[in-house]
């Protein structure tokens, strides 16, 4: 199947740590991205990572890639309310012809 | 640099009638991608261009979607006629190339009555 997975709901309060996590569907996929979509915008390049790397720190983001069981995570530190919106993990297999496939997002809600 | 440009931002139209969306891509951008999202869902591809060439429009609905990009460079989706089905955020991307990293425009939410 073609279905990357996604938790729907994640609360987290100000100033913790949020973990977003994904599965995907394609062990030959080369790039897995992360983007936010904040209520009535478009989706915005958050960080992506390269299917022979493990780890990619970007300031406050972390993603980990563990391609044995094929899932993606998203670490946000010190997650503010400016976090708030849908995080989507998208994959691209292998092939100049190939989709980006997205999972059906996470909604963030951050907490006072 | 300037994003991807897209109009109108909203549209709010009857059954029936017809609708079309317009998407300027990041200049130098050789392709350039649709997408549909329905409420709660990721993105959906409907049609990619590189330059003026349709590389996969196989999720199109072509009996009433269409799309051009005649020149290589803006792009138009048309619906013609709209269904209710269709009400959903319209996304214009690009990117350098194929299977490059794409930016996405702010979309057209279309609400059809």
């Known amino acids: 199947g073609e279905d990357v997975e996604q938790s729907l709901f994640l609360s987290v309060r100000e100033g913790d740590s949020s973990v977003i996590n994904c599965t995907y569907t394609d062990s030959s996929s080369t790039y897995l991205y992360w983007y936010k979509q904040e209520p009535g915008a478009g989706l915005q390049l958050l960080t992506y990572i390269f299917s022979n790397m493990d780890m990619k720190q970007d300031q406050r983001l972390t993603v980990l890639l563990n391609k044995k069981d094929k899932h993606l995570s998203l670490r946000i530190a010190d997650t503010q309310t400016g976090d708030s919106a849908i995080y989507f993990c998208a994959e691209y297999p292998k092939g100049t012809a190939s989709k980006l496939t997205f999972g059906t997002g996470t909604r963030l809600q951050v907490t006072l | 640099e300037a994003g991807v440009a897209q109009s109108p931002r909203y549209k709010i139209i009857e059954k029936r009638q017809s609708v079309a969306f317009w998407c300027n891509p990041i200049?130098?951008?050789?392709?350039l991608y649709w997408y549909q999202q329905i409420l709660g869902q990721g993105p959906k591809l409907l049609i990619q261009?590189?330059?003026?060439?349709?590389?996969?429009d196989s999720q199109l609905p072509k009996d009433r979607f269409s799309a051009e990009r005649l020149k290589g460079v803006d792009s138009t989706l048309k619906i013609q006629p709209a269904k209710l089905e269709d009400s959903a955020v319209y996304l214009c991307?690009?990117?350098?190339?194929?299977?490059?990293?794409?930016?996405f425009g702010p979309g057209t939410r279309l609400l059809v009555l």
């Open positions: 200049s130098g951008h050789a392709t």
């Open positions: 261009f590189q330059n003026n060439g349709v590389v996969d």
């Open positions: 991307a690009s990117s350098l190339g194929l299977a490059e990293t794409q930016y």
